[in-house]
């Protein structure tokens, strides 16, 4: 089995391929820009695709005789998505749209579909289960939840086996540092770890110490960026195996606030972090957890890194290896 990954050199892509590269599997990377970090450069064929380029893509497909594809339909952030929210859409959608033709046209079998829990908005009941209404309160969010009804609905028909996954906040490096997220700062850890390092010289900011939790802060699922690839390539073995279509939360059903989270960066670093206060953000709910019992159960799926400090201890280490600004 051949196995596309999409987006493959964004932070979750790298991770993707670095986690398929160590189990053996044949993985080939499509982008539309971009280069593949040293550890993954000459050891995976990348190739460049316009996002809107289906026929090329269908090319290559075929080409490679694709059998699986794991998509990551785009790398926004919710701040961003709240500033351009067409670009949002036009991205998330376009990407995938020309993904499913492609695979169609190639006869592909299965597709692992990398969402996010922002598709749930503000939910009524934590830790949140799957089948909570989707209820987004940004335009990331509701272009994720577009995308996964697209991905639903086109992929039956097709004969295509799908799994679609929420994953919740994504952090950390790989533990071996052969990638992480590079780049300036889009999320909480990755701000405080370049803190930490000197890399910024600027006060963290906290959007919100306001909010109904226990220390006033938000409250997030974190969860360590190889753990995440881990999950999606568990869900691409599940529908090789025969099973059944899955809309599954990729988490670790606990909270960390942003307290904790600065907390940890402080015990890891043993470096004081200048904090201040800033208002809420537009689009950030106060809580998210996932009901992780039904990855876990259908894909028999466990994490290895299920601990903040791991996950801080891995992407300070990646910003004192590579400065964390360079693109990747």
Known sequence: MTIAVTGATGYL???MLLCLMDRGEDAIGFAAEGELPPALAGKVTLETVALDDSATLSAKFSEHRITGIIHFAGDGTIPASLIDPLKEYERTLVATLTMLRAASNARCEHVVFSSTASVYGVPDRMPIREETPLNSISPYGAAMAMAERIVT??????CLSTAILRYFNVAGADPKLRAGEAGHPRHLIKAAAQIATG??????????DDYDTPDGTAIRDYIHVSDM????AAALDHLVRG???VILNCGYGEGVSVRDVIEAVQRVSGEKL???ASPRRPGD????IADTAAIRSVLGWSPRYDDIDQIVRTAIEWEKKDGGLAPQ
Do not use: N, V
């Open 243 to 245: 099973g059944d279509p």
């Open 199 to 208: 890399i910024l010289d600027e006060p963290l900011k906290i959007y919100g």
């Open 153 to 158: 609905d086109s992929c039956r028909p097709a």
């Open 285 to 288: 709910p106060p809580i998210l």
């Open 229 to 232: 690839a881990e999950a999606h």
């Open 274 to 276: 200048d904090t201040m």
């Open 13 to 15: 892509g790298t991770h």
